[in-house]
Nanobody, 123 residues
Framework: QVQLVESGGGLVQAGGSLRLSCAAS????????RGWFRRAPGKEREFVAA????????WYADSVKGRFTISRDNAKNTVYLQMNSLKPEDTAVYYC????????????????WGQGTQVTVSS
């Protein structure tokens, strides 16, 4: 049974940092691109970042570019999201997923979602 488990969320003050992890089990995803999405209260799920299967390329939403860094460790079947200079508008539940279709930023292109981890940034 495939499982993706996010961790590392929490409450942080504006300007602070958090590092999210997404560990996969039940299957190896070393040859799949992986991504992070988030859903804020009352809003649609939105793309945050994605990384190529070999870590060679990364993509970011404009809203997080320069503050967030996605990385992966295929030996651990894990993807990370380093979040710096956090803002209150970053408050959301963050989800990781595995990309199966062509579009990098469309959540419909992803499969095997985690349960999410809450990130709350206070002002």
């Amino acid at each position: 049974q495939v499982q993706l488990v996010e961790s590392g969320g929490g409450l942080v003050q504006a300007g602070g940092s958090l590092r999210l992890s997404c560990a996969a089990s039940g299957r190896t995803f070393s040859s799949y691109d992986r991504g992070w999405f988030r859903r804020a209260p009352g809003k649609e799920r939105e793309f945050v970042a994605a990384i190529r299967w070999n870590g060679g390329s990364t993509w970011y939403a404009d809203s997080v570019k320069g503050r967030f860094t996605i990385s992966r460790d295929n030996a651990k079947n894990t993807v990370y999201l380093q979040m710096n200079s956090l803002k209150p508008e970053d408050t959301a539940v963050y989800y990781c997923a595995v990309r199966y279709l062509a579009t990098m930023v469309d959540p419909m292109a992803y499969k095997y979602w985690g349960q999410g981890t809450q990130v709350t940034v206070s002002s």
